[in-house]
T-cell receptor, first 117, second 116 residues
Framework: AQKITQTQPGMFVQEKEAVTLDCTYDTSDPSYGLFWYKQPSSGEMIFLIYQGSYDQQNATEGRYSLNFQKARKSANLVISASQLGDSAMYFCAMREPYNNAGNMLTFGGGTRLMVKP | KAGVTQTPRYLIKTRGQQVTLSCSPISGHRSVSWYQQTPGQGLQFLFE???????NKGNFPGRFSGRQFSNSRSEMNVSTLELGDSALYLC???????????????FGEGSRLTVL
């Protein structure tokens, strides 16, 4: 079974609108972390936001927020007020420190977001 | 504060050759991990080093190896290159590791390897 599933291969959003990128995960680790990264065409993976499994509140970082629903095992990324520079690949990833005792990340297949002017 | 630095950024090799890629983590970070990104397989974990010790290894053949130096800089080596090794190789650094680790992971810009 896939550990991280991103069901939207590609998405369009109008500039200045909000968009939600979906991510579901599967783990038996009691303590895990969820990450979102942005990868522009240059290739660099840019860290956006992190949510720990025991965090009580949803993580927010500027225009990025993570809609964390633990019971449903989903960690959707919400980008508010989209900008043209948001056009990129977006990856959801999970760290399972107990299962892997380290910093190994498992990535989803990614969602290509295209922002229309 | 300088980010994660990977060298070289681009390189072209031929089948059968070997290649060494370098990663300098963020100052103070002791964990360095490596990932391979290809269009077909996506992002796959190669290995992680922490305080010069390999902590985790992904499902890659023995041709892929790595090491970490006392200053936390890391190198990965691929011997007897195959066409399928063409990929973007990404390095990530983190300040810590272990079950209670909630630290962020920061990536470099990657080394893009083309095997002809």
């Amino acid at each position: 079974a896939q550990k991280i599933t991103q069901t939207q291969p590609g998405m369009f959003v109008q500039e200045k609108e909000a968009v939600t990128l979906d991510c579901t995960y599967d783990t038996s680790d009691p303590s895990y972390g969820l990450f979102w990264y942005k990868q522009p065409s240059s290739g660099e993976m840019i860290f956006l936001i992190y949510q720990g499994s025991y965090d009580q509140q949803n993580a927010t970082e500027g225009r990025y927020s993570l809609n964390f629903q633990k019971a449903r095992k989903s960690a959707n990324l919400v980008i508010s007020a989209s900008q043209l520079g948001d056009s990129a690949m977006y990856f959801c990833a999970m760290r399972e420190p107990y299962n892997n005792a380290g910093n190994m990340l498992t990535f989803g297949g990614g969602t290509r977001l295209m922002v229309k002017p | 504060k300088a980010g994660v630095t990977q060298t070289p950024r681009y390189l072209i090799k031929t089948r059968g050759q070997q290649v060494t890629l370098s990663c300098s983590p963020i100052s103070g970070h002791r964990s360095v991990s490596w990932y391979q990104q290809t269009p077909g397989q996506g992002l796959q974990f190669l290995f992680e080093y922490f305080s010069e010790t390999q902590r985790n290894k992904g499902n890659f053949p023995g041709r892929f190896s790595g090491r970490q130096f006392s200053n936390s800089r890391s190198e990965m080596n691929v011997s007897t290159l195959e066409l399928g090794d063409s990929a973007l190789y990404l390095c990530a650094s983190s300040p810590s590791a272990g079950p209670l680790n909630t630290g962020e992971l920061f990536f470099g810009e990657g080394s893009r390897l083309t095997v002809l």
